[in-house]
């Protein structure tokens, strides 16, 4: 499994300012680096790509949509602007070179319509993600729909809501994003949800509960590791967590980040972290083998 960071550690806001993250991260050992998506048009696209080409790492993005952006808006105007928005976020993805898209894509963070998830959400959600499939294809574009808790969503908060929506969009580059600190939340076992995704998990987020250093908090990834390996998960693990930093007042850790993380401490704590679960894992298994074959 590739080990990727996401720049929300940095920033939600990535600038021309932010170009040097990609090579420092690549230098840190991470293979995958995860661009955060708000405003498409604002990213700068060919440079990230250039530093992507150049540092030879690969690039994810994650996409958090605008208020007035909205998939299952009962606006049909709203709906239709949500689909051509949609659409940029696919090119531009494209653009820095991802081959993936992932994200609570289905409505903004902070929808709560104060009610239910209806029929008629579901069939937008639907019409609105088959309408963009072909743009999938063009693109060879994975997008991964990611389960939020419920003070982000009401829509989509579990792997069970995310499979049903999947079924019923029903295209094969279409899947689902586990985020281990929703999933902690919402899901009533994070293995169990993991094993119920199967084949139609494509992308996963590794954060602690707090969204700090992996392993300083109550997440058991020891266990999330070996239920992806029962599926047989072959896409990346990108840590999302926040740090400090004092100068990025647009970063998610400005507000809540332990201030004595910085986001280099999240990246190196974090990697240690999953690369020593990830060995001891190797040991086992090879243990496991040796003692069958015994
Ligand atoms: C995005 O990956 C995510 O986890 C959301 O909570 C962003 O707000
Ligand atoms: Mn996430």
Redesign the pocket.
């Known amino acids: 499994m590739k080990l990727g960071i996401?720049i929300?550690a940095w920033t939600s806001t990535v600038s021309n300012s932010h170009i040097d993250l990609i090579s420092q991260i690549r230098d840190l050992g991470f293979s995958v680096c995860e661009v955060?998506m708000l405003a498409p048009t604002m990213l700068p696209s060919r440079s990230l790509r250039n530093a992507f080409e150049e540092s030879g790492i690969e690039c994810t993005v994650?996409s958090?949509l605008p208020q007035n952006v909205n998939p299952i808006s009962p606006d049909a105007a709203e709906r239709k602007k949500s689909i051509h928005h949609l659409h940029k976020c696919v090119e531009v993805a494209a653009e820095m070179g991802a081959r993936l898209i992932?994200?609570?894509l289905f409505a903004p963070?902070g929808y709560l319509p104060g009610h239910r998830p209806t029929e008629d959400e579901v069939t937008w959600a639907t019409e609105c993600f088959q309408s963009i499939s072909g743009l999938l294809d063009q693109y060879q574009m994975t997008l991964a729909l990611?389960p939020?808790?419920r003070s982000?969503s009401l829509f989509l908060r579990t792997v069970s809501d995310a499979r049903k929506l999947c079924r019923a969009i029903n295209h094969p580059r279409v899947g689902i994003?586990i985020?281990t600190?929703?999933a902690n939340i919402e899901e009533k076992s994070i293995p169990e949800a993991i094993i119920s995704a199967g084949a139609d998990l494509r992308h996963v987020?590794m954060?602690e509960n707090d969204r700090g250093v992996l392993g300083s908090g109550n997440i058991d990834f020891p266990n999330v590791i070996d239920s992806l390996t029962k599926i047989n998960y072959e896409g990346v693990l990108i840590v999302?967590g926040f740090g400090y930093s004092p100068s990025e007042p647009n970063a998610?850790g400005y507000l809540l980040a332990d201030k004595t993380t910085s986001p280099i401490d999240l990246a190196k704590g974090s990697l240690n972290y999953l690369r020593n679960i990830l060995t001891q894992h190797e040991l086992e298994n090879q243990m496991i083998k040796q003692t069958s074959a015994g």
């Open positions: 996401s929300f955060p994650c958090i992932g994200g609570p963070i990611e939020v808790n982000e994003a985020d600190f929703h987020h954060s999302e998610p």
